[in-house]
């Protein structure tokens, strides 16, 4: 193995380290949220530094990467990927301390179930926890067809989240007084439909990486294989 | 347009092939890098194009090498007029033991240019083409050897240039070379291929991927792959060199 195969690799293990905590992340903030879990939410926050220092690193070491190795053709793909999949983990991991931190500083005990239930919140974050997980095994596996499949999981995503813009909108006419709160979980449905895009823009950036084959911008490519 | 075509070249030191069947087009006004590791046989498919090979006892060739659509292996070609054609400049500097003028205004000479005004401006203009000028106006008459390496590789290149050849064959011109006169050496390949095409061999996979329009990749005789920088140096069709140029040859 030469220098720069052992450069990767790190590269390579930093970044599942990160991925794996964000997975955590996502999966305490929904806990958090669904129980009102005020604590788990305060752990969700202060873990987050801890995936900041980890984009940092990514960063600076694919940077050393380029200007010291000066990777081509597979090498090269490989890190422009892991810089673009740095940043949309790190904002995976943003959504969840939002969520956390709406837990957090809420002066409420509990949350209206029948709100997170006409949210589908439980739901969502199902769908977007098992496109994390997918994304991040056709990762590891260096699988592009394992990263196509989670395409067509962004549709249905983006697709039920339009529709609850219409059921929140009633879910307000009936219950006036619970504005506030709907807003909330409003915002919520916005930053969970927006982990769906950055699982999507993984999936691209693993099929660049494995394939060659640049999907940006080409919904049909996308859906043809997902 | 087509500057070089070979077609089934093959070529043989005594019973050792050392090219085979090697088919490529080489286009005008290109930067043409030939890659691969060393003994691939890179540097004997440079000199077929100026049949420097032709010094090598028990060297036999087969197949058709043609420059501007006509074979340069014909019987009768006047192989004199090729290397005028076909300059080459070689890993080490080789000026000759005479000052910088002479040094240039060799090749004139040599091809029977007498005419001292017509020496004089083809000198002054070679060296502004090979970005030396600036460095050695007011020193021409001061011996060769008194320039540092980089600056008698960009006069072995002045040399080569003022006999107004079509085509440069470079064997490893910057390994010799600190990174600020290799930098120079690169920036002039850029500068006379509007003029001239230009054909390098070198082991340096990042100055290939910096000064060619295209890339042949060579291991073991053979040319295993052909096309443009950009291509090789991302997305490589052949498994054996993306081996080679990420570095996980062999």
């Known amino acids: ?18 991925w794996t905590m964000v997975i955590s992340q996502l999966s305490n903030a929904r806990e958090a949220l669904m129980n009102f879990d005020k604590d788990l939410a305060a ?27 000066q990777p081509v053709a ?12 740095n940043t949309n983990i790190e904002r995976i991991a943003d959504v969840a301390k939002g969520i956390a931190k709406f837990v957090a500083k809420s002066p409420k005990e509990t949350l209206n179930q029948e709100l997170l239930t006409a949210g589908r919140i439980e739901e969502l974050f199902a769908m977007l926890q098992s496109m994390l997980s997918e994304v991040f095994s056709a990762f590891e596996e260096e699988n592009p067809k394992l990263a196509f499949k989670v395409f067509a999981k962004d549709e249905l995503i983006d697709k039920i989240t339009r529709s609850l813009d219409d059921t929140l909108a009633d879910y307000i006419r009936k219950n006036p007084s619970e504005i506030h709160e709907t807003m909330q979980i409003f915002s919520i449905v916005r930053k969970l439909e927006r982990v769906g895009d950055h699982c999507s823009n993984i999936a ?23 | 347009m087509l500057k070089i075509q070979t077609r089934d070249l093959n070529l043989f030191y005594g019973s050792f092939q050392a090219l085979k069947n090697i088919s490529m087009e080489i286009k005008a006004n290109k930067v043409t890098a030939l890659i691969g590791p060393s003994g691939c046989g890179k540097s004997t498919y440079l000199r077929v194009f100026n049949r420097m090979n032709d010094l090598i006892p028990n060297v036999k060739i087969q197949g058709d090498v043609m420059i501007d659509g006509e074979n340069i ?13 076909v300059g080459m400049v070689f890993q080490k500097p080789n000026p000759f033991p005479k000052s910088i003028f002479e040094n240039v ?5 040599v091809n029977g240019i007498h005419d001292k005004t017509e020496i004089e401006e083809s000198v002054v203009n070679s060296l502004k083409q090979a970005a030396l000028w600036t460095e050695v106006d007011g020193k021409l008459n001061k011996s060769a050897y008194e320039l540092s390496g980089g600056q008698q590789q960009r006069l072995c290149i002045a040399r080569a240039l003022a006999i107004k050849p079509s085509i440069i064959l470079m064997d490893e011109p910057a390994s010799a070379l600190d990174p600020i006169s290799t930098a120079k050496i690169e920036e002039l390949i850029h500068q006379l291929k509007s003029e001239i095409t230009i054909v390098i061999v070198t082991h340096n996979m990042q100055q290939a991927s910096r000064v060619s329009d295209y890339t042949g990749f060579f291991y073991l005789g053979e040319l295993i792959e052909f096309g443009k920088t950009t291509k090789i140096f991302t997305k490589p069709d052949n498994p054996h060199t993306e081996n080679y140029i990420t570095g996980r040859f062999g």
């Open chain 2, 105 to 109: 205004a060799y090749g004139l000479r």
């Open chain 2, 73 to 85: 292996y014909r019987s009768g070609i006047n192989i004199d007029e090729l290397r005028m054609n």
């Open chain 1, 1 to 18: 193995m030469n220098h720069l195969e052992n450069e990767i690799n790190k590269l390579k293990e930093e970044i599942s380290g990160m």
């Open chain 1, 204 to 226: 691209e950036e693993i099929v660049f990486c494995t394939e060659a084959n640049v999907l940006k911008h080409s919904k049909k490519k996308k859906l043809k294989n997902s």
């Open chain 1, 43 to 69: 752990e969700v926050l202060f873990k987050e530094r801890m995936v900041d220092v980890y984009e940092l690193k990514i960063d600076k070491d694919s940077e050393s990467i380029l200007a010291l190795y």
């Open chain 1, 74 to 85: 597979s090498d090269l793909r490989f890190v422009l990927a892991v810089l673009k999949i």
